[in-house]
């Protein structure tokens, strides 16, 4: 293997190409802006916010950077309520109260040479600390992270669904790499994870979470950059049908709906026309697979007059 490496290839333009090359491996094809994002986030070691709508590939970006990193990739779904118990750590109760028996049993054994009452509290002192170490720690998602051998990638998804209690419980973390376990002491990362956090924009996400974050918002992609995706996870799909399919699904994006079609969906009306072997669209077909596109029965209803128009327009894209 040839390992010579020129000037270029160690130029910033020449890194951002080869995580987007990398990414592109995985099948998640990006924007120059979501491949300088990942670069960033691996060279200044900060943690990235993804904005955007629903369905942009915003939790595929971590999976696919993990893939192409070789690393593990540590997910947290945030909910309402969810606290540090669920997401840095547990205490092992049973293990604990077993210690607790096991103690007890060889109490005699401990305290034999003890005179009086302090050297008896003494000795039981030195065994304190014992029910609150590591041996005793189930971590969770965020403790993982720090504790992974290799690395990892850490995806906090959907952090707009959290409450802002827990947003500020996450600042030392993102600043530092590093969480304070009050038994315990200050646990740091042995390798710093690439940390993703996700938004739908459900709620306003704080300044001080944004300040320690590379922001990075992902629209719906344009016409090129969707045929790309399609023709990357659908590739059996011939083009002509994967511009017409793209081209209708960037037109229904313009009509005001109550969930407009993800990405994913795109892809799955590919493999479904694909399955039904489609060689164009036409207006029956478009109908009796709508369903593929919208989920809602309103949004179905209510382009269904407009539909002849955007198959016609879809006909002739190029």
């Known amino acids: 293997m040839n390992t010579h490496t020129t000037a270029t290839d160690d130029t910033p333009r020449a890194a951002i190409d080869r995580v987007k090359a990398g990414l592109a491996q995985t099948g998640y094809i990006c924007s120059d802006s979501i491949a300088t994002a990942v670069f960033l986030a691996q060279s200044l070691e900060k943690p990235v916010l993804i904005e955007g709508p629903p369905g942009v590939g915003k939790t595929e970006l971590a999976k696919a950077t993990a893939e192409s990193l070789g690393k593990t990739l540590i997910r947290m779904q ?8 669920k997401a840095l750590y547990e205490w092992k109760y049973g293990k604990q109260l077993l210690y607790t028996q096991v103690l007890k049993e060889k109490l005699g054994d401990l305290m034999e040479g003890a005179i ?3 050297a008896s509290m003494d000795r039981l002192h ?10 005793f720690l189930e971590p969770r998602p965020l403790l993982k992270a720090l504790w992974e051998e290799h690395g990892a990638v850490l995806l906090i998804d959907e952090i707009d669904k959290s409450d802002q209690e827990f947003e500020a419980f996450l600042l030392e973390l993102l600043q530092d790499y590093q969480i304070s376990i009050p038994e315990i002491g200050t646990v740091k990362a042995k390798h710093v994870p690439v940390v993703f956090l996700t938004s739908n924009n459900t709620r306003e996400i704080g300044d001080a979470l944004k300040r320690r974050c590379i922001h990075l918002y992902i629209p719906f992609p344009d016409t090129h950059l969707e045929q790309k995706i399609v023709e990357s996870r659908v590739p059996e799909l011939d083009a002509t049908v994967r511009r017409q399919i793209v081209s209708f699904v960037q037109e229904l994006r313009n009509v005001e709906l109550k969930k407009v079609p993800a990405v994913s969906e795109t892809i799955d009306w590919a493999r479904t026309l694909l399955l039904l072997n489609a060689d164009e669209l036409d207006t029956d077909l478009v109908r009796s697979t709508l369903n593929i596109l919208l989920k809602f029965q309103d949004d179905i209803e209510n382009i269904d007059g407009d539909i002849v128009a955007m198959t016609r327009k879809a006909l002739g894209a190029r």
């Not at 030195?126 to 041996?135: I, P, S």
Request: proline content about 0%; aromatic content about 20%.
């Open 78 to 85: 945030c909910y309402e309520g969810l606290d540090e118990s």
């Open 116 to 118: 009086g009452l302090q």
């Open 126 to 135: 030195e065994f304190d600390d014992t029910f609150f170490n590591v041996e």
